[in-house]
Every structure is written in structure tokens, then in C-alpha cells.
């Protein structure tokens, strides 16, 4: 995008001085051609606004001014450059509003996250899957697939919940579990880090309280589901119950019980989550960094170029044997 708005700047810079100067000489041709007699006023007056771009270090910098939001000192008599310096005009506030837009919604939006979705991706990563119970990766290990296989083949048995946790934030390990209870796992562990840093600050004398580590990510539940089972019930071998159970308990599924049931079960720990990211501000210093090393790099380019120009006035301008601060405008048609 920046390569492209510089090349539309160097283009439209020459051309807005080849538009120049052929105006100019345009107006030159037709007043030593004419026979009407002019007066020495008139043969004196040059175009207005044609000095901006009438040389290509000029129209370049007058150009980049108008990139700037900059208005021109004076607008060009040639309808040609008008209109040109009209649609350019549209064009830089295009340019400038799509680029606060843009930064706005950087600066506002949390940063991308890389996640694992799907059993493929999990076994690409190479992160270490567990989860509680022997019947667990015997289940991976047994599968008829290859992708199963070898999410048993490095499958570790862990049975506390939390060190658990603690391991998928360090994002080094993959925790097989219930949806709604990883869903509760990490709702409960965002708590806890929130009232541990709200302990942190108000007890700041306290040295054995745990710090959450920059490194450690939130906890994020996987899209794909290994085995689908939204409800079961247990009965003997070959239970006559059964037929009957299954008709009702699909009826059941389908009209939407299960799922209203599981909704007000979750509805605290959703509603927690929910207050939590209401809470949480989009926009901290963090983010910002960005925009304050853009500014601290223009305003330090800025200042190289002023010193560069103060150095060439005081020691190439000044030192001119034609310099005369007096008659400036005899110094530059001389040096032309």
C-alpha cells in the first residue's frame, strides 16, 4: 500500500510540473507570436500559481503537501492543473480518512489469535494431548483412524484439572474434557487471575502472591468435537427399557429440552464470561506503541531534515559570493 501511494506521488508530482511548465511555455509562445501590442505591464505578469510546480523538486513537495491535508498557497490560472489538483485533492482525503479508519480499527481490535480448531491441526502442532482417566487414552489409542492414533500415541494421563490449565495457557499441552466443563475451567481460571491481580495491587507487601506470566494465553476450546454425545442413559443388557427410552429422549433432543437445560445450567458461569469481556477495555498502552513509534520516527526524520536545512542555508547559501539577503529574489533568478 505505502509502495503504491509513493509511486502515486512521484507520477503525480511530474506531472503536475510537465503540466507546468507546458503551460507556461504555452503562454511564452503565444506572447512572442502575437502581433496585439502589449504593455509592459502586462508583458511583465506571469501566471499565477505557476511557480509551485515549475520546478519538479517543488511540485513534488507542494504535492506531498496536499498528501498532508496542506492547502496551496495559490491556486494555478491553467484549467488543466485545477482540475488535476481537484480530483488530487479527492484523493488525499480518501487516502487520509481510510488511514485513520484503518488505524482506529487496529488500535481498537485485540491482536489475532493462532488457534487450534480441528483434530488435523492438533495433530500437526506437535502439543501434547491428555486428559483424566486410563478409559480416556485407551479410547485415542484404540481408534480406527490415524489421526486418533496418534493424539493416543502422545496422550499423558493428568488428573488435576487446574495444573492442567495451567499447561494449556503455557501453550504446551491440549486438555480432552466435557465442553461445558472446560467452558467452567476457563471462566473460573480468568476469575482467579483477575482477583489475583486485584489482590496484587491492593496487598502489594504480600511476596508469595503468583503473578500471571506475559507469556500464558487465554484458554481457548476446540470447534471440532471428538465424540458427540449430548445426552446418555444407562440401562442393563438387552433392557426392554430401552426402545422406549430412546424415542422419548430423541423427542426430547429435538424439541430443545436438552439444550434449555444446559443453558440455565451454564447461565452463571456464561454470565460471568460475559461481564468479564464487557469489562475489558479494547484500547490500552500497549496497543499504542505502535502509533508512538510511527510519531517518534516522522518527528525525528522531521528534525534531521530541519537540521539539513539549516546546515546547507548557513554554510552553502550564506557563503555564496551572490548571496545578498536584501535583493533574495536576484540571488535565485541568478543562480537559475
Not at 108 to 130: F, H, M, W, Y
Not at 245 to 259: Q, S, W
Not at 270 to 294: P, S, V
Given at each position: 500500500?505505502?509502495?503504491?501511494?509513493?509511486?502515486?506521488?512521484?507520477?503525480?508530482?511530474?506531472?503536475?510540473?510537465?503540466?507546468?511548465?507546458?503551460?507556461?511555455?504555452?503562454?511564452?509562445?503565444?506572447?512572442?507570436?502575437?502581433?496585439?501590442?502589449?504593455?509592459?505591464?502586462?508583458?511583465?505578469?506571469?501566471?499565477?500559481?505557476?511557480?509551485?510546480?515549475?520546478?519538479?523538486?517543488?511540485?513534488?513537495?507542494?504535492?506531498?503537501?496536499?498528501?498532508?491535508?496542506?492547502?496551496?498557497?495559490?491556486?494555478?490560472?491553467?484549467?488543466?492543473?485545477?482540475?488535476?489538483?481537484?480530483?488530487?485533492?479527492?484523493?488525499?482525503?480518501?487516502?487520509?480518512?481510510?488511514?485513520?479508519?484503518?488505524?482506529?480499527?487496529?488500535?481498537?481490535?485485540?491482536?489475532?489469535?493462532?488457534?487450534?480448531?480441528?483434530?488435523?491441526?492438533?495433530?500437526?502442532?506437535?502439543?501434547?494431548?491428555?486428559?483424566?482417566?486410563?478409559?480416556?487414552?485407551?479410547?485415542?489409542?484404540?481408534?480406527?483412524?490415524?489421526?486418533?492414533?496418534?493424539?493416543g500415541e502422545r496422550f499423558e494421563m493428568i488428573d488435576d484439572?487446574?495444573?492442567?490449565?495451567?499447561?494449556?495457557?503455557?501453550?504446551?499441552?491440549?486438555?480432552?474434557?466435557?465442553?461445558?466443563?472446560?467452558?467452567?475451567?476457563?471462566?473460573?481460571?480468568?476469575?482467579?487471575?483477575?482477583?489475583?491481580?486485584?489482590?496484587?495491587?491492593?496487598?502489594?507487601?504480600?511476596?508469595?502472591?503468583?503473578?500471571?506470566?506475559?507469556?500464558?494465553?487465554?484458554?481457548?476450546?476446540?470447534?471440532?468435537?471428538?465424540?458427540?454425545?449430548?445426552?446418555?442413559l444407562g440401562f442393563h443388557k438387552n433392557s426392554p427399557l430401552?426402545?422406549?427410552?430412546d424415542i422419548y429422549m430423541r423427542r426430547t433432543v429435538e424439541?430443545?429440552?436438552?439444550?434449555?437445560?444446559?443453558?440455565?445450567?451454564?447461565?452463571?458461569?456464561?454470565?460471568?464470561?460475559?461481564?468479564?469481556?464487557?469489562?475489558?477495555?479494547?484500547?490500552?498502552?500497549?496497543?499504542?506503541?505502535?502509533?508512538?513509534?510511527?510519531?517518534?520516527?516522522?518527528?525525528?526524520?522531521?528534525?534531521?531534515?530541519?537540521?539539513?536545512?539549516?546546515?546547507?542555508?548557513?554554510?552553502?547559501?550564506?557563503?555564496?559570493?551572490?548571496?545578498?539577503?536584501?535583493?533574495?529574489?536576484?540571488?535565485?533568478?541568478?543562480?537559475?
Amino acid at each position: 500500500m505505502w509502495i503504491t501511494v509513493l509511486l502515486v506521488l512521484l507520477i503525480t508530482g511530474a506531472i503536475f510540473y510537465c503540466l507546468a511548465r507546458f503551460y507556461t511555455n504555452l503562454l511564452q509562445y503565444q506572447s512572442d507570436h502575437s502581433h496585439v501590442v502589449v504593455t509592459a505591464k502586462d508583458q511583465d505578469e506571469k501566471p499565477v500559481g505557476m511557480y509551485l510546480f515549475g520546478d519538479i523538486i517543488n511540485s513534488i513537495l507542494y504535492t506531498y503537501g496536499m498528501l498532508l491535508v496542506v492547502s496551496l498557497p495559490k491556486l494555478p490560472t491553467g484549467w488543466a492543473i485545477r482540475l488535476l489538483t481537484g480530483w488530487y485533492w479527492l484523493y488525499c482525503i480518501l487516502l487520509v480518512v481510510s488511514y485513520r479508519a484503518s488505524m482506529t480499527a487496529i488500535l481498537a481490535n485485540p491482536a489475532p489469535r493462532v488457534t487450534i480448531d480441528t483434530l488435523q491441526e492438533l495433530v500437526d502442532s506437535k502439543v501434547t494431548c491428555g486428559g483424566w482417566g486410563t478409559e480416556t487414552k485407551h479410547f485415542f489409542e484404540e481408534s480406527i483412524d490415524d489421526i486418533g492414533q496418534k493424539i493416543g500415541e502422545r496422550f499423558e494421563m493428568i488428573d488435576d484439572p487446574n495444573e492442567a490449565a495451567t499447561k494449556v495457557a503455557q501453550g504446551v499441552y491440549a486438555y480432552y474434557e466435557n465442553e461445558y466443563f472446560l467452558k467452567y475451567l476457563s471462566v473460573k481460571r480468568k476469575n482467579s487471575d483477575d482477583k489475583m491481580s486485584i489482590e496484587t495491587q491492593n496487598n502489594s507487601t504480600n511476596a508469595t502472591v503468583q503473578v500471571k506470566l506475559d507469556s500464558e494465553r487465554n484458554l481457548h476450546i476446540m470447534t471440532d468435537c471428538v465424540v458427540n454425545i449430548p445426552i446418555s442413559l444407562g440401562f442393563h443388557k438387552n433392557s426392554p427399557l430401552k426402545p422406549l427410552a430412546d424415542i422419548y429422549m430423541r423427542r426430547t433432543v429435538e424439541v430443545g429440552l436438552v439444550e434449555k437445560w444446559m443453558n440455565d445450567v451454564m447461565y452463571p458461569i456464561r454470565a460471568l464470561d460475559t461481564t468479564d469481556n464487557e469489562i475489558k477495555a479494547l484500547m490500552n498502552l500497549k496497543k499504542l506503541y505502535g502509533a508512538f513509534i510511527a510519531l517518534a520516527i516522522g518527528y525525528f526524520l522531521s528534525l534531521v531534515c530541519l537540521l539539513g536545512e539549516v546546515i546547507y542555508w548557513n554554510c552553502i547559501v550564506k557563503r555564496d559570493p551572490r548571496f545578498d539577503k536584501y535583493a533574495m529574489d536576484l540571488y535565485y533568478e541568478k543562480k537559475k
